[in-house]
């Protein structure tokens, strides 16, 4: 399996939804996962019985699907913005390093 890129989930999701689906709606669905991966993370950590159902990676990849979804339904670059976002962050956190510097490094090495 190749890997994926935001830019090409974003491609696809926007393919997917554009036309059958509202930001509220994807939202919703956003938040039943949400509290999907809380369950998964309760059995996991032994506060509840493990129905079989509980399946934290799953759980998670549909909490992204939705995030991702409802950015690109309304036309936000999420790397350019994930970039950003961690720049203003290093800087104000004073990190000694950030995502953009993170990548560079792993480009030259």
Do not use: P, W
Not at 12 to 39: I, R
Not at 80 to 94: F, R, S
């Amino acid at each position: 399996m190749e890997d994926l890129t935001f830019t090409q989930m974003q491609a696809y999701l926007v393919a997917k939804y554009e036309e059958n689906a509202t930001s509220s709606d994807l939202f919703m669905k956003l938040v039943e996962e949400v509290g999907e991966v809380a369950e998964a993370l309760n059995c996991l950590e032994g506060r509840k019985k493990d129905s079989g159902d509980a399946s934290l990676e799953k759980e998670l990849a549909d909490v992204i699907h939705y995030a991702v979804a409802i950015a690109s339904i309304n036309q936000i670059d999420l790397t350019h913005v994930i970039l950003e976002k961690d720049q203003d962050a290093a800087a104000k956190y004073n990190h000694s390093l950030n995502l953009v510097e993170f990548l560079s490094k792993e480009d030259r090495g």
